[in-house]
């Protein structure tokens, strides 16, 4: 999982095609997580996520329409 970026209070994740698969996701998927106690990347996983999109541009929309600041 590759962090790609803050938006709106919500950090965002790219999955790596192994961890779509495990997820039962489609590659790409970006995810949005509220990262309470500053965890690195590697501890980030999908089950922590807010919101899944297919697009930066789809990512960006949620979590603008879901400020958290």
């Given amino acids: ?5 803050d938006l ?6 790219k999955l790596s095609k192994k961890e779509c698969r495990q997820e039962n996701l489609v590659y790409p998927t970006l995810i949005a997580v509220v990262n309470y ?8 996983t999908a089950d922590m996520s807010r919101n ?3 697009s930066i541009e789809e990512q960006k929309a949620w979590c603008r329409a879901n400020s958290r600041i």
């Fill in 37 to 44: 106690f500053d965890e690195p990347a590697s501890e980030i």
């Fill in 1 to 5: 999982m590759i962090k790609v970026a």
């Fill in 52 to 54: 899944d999109a297919k």
């Fill in 8 to 13: 709106y209070g919500f950090e965002i994740y």
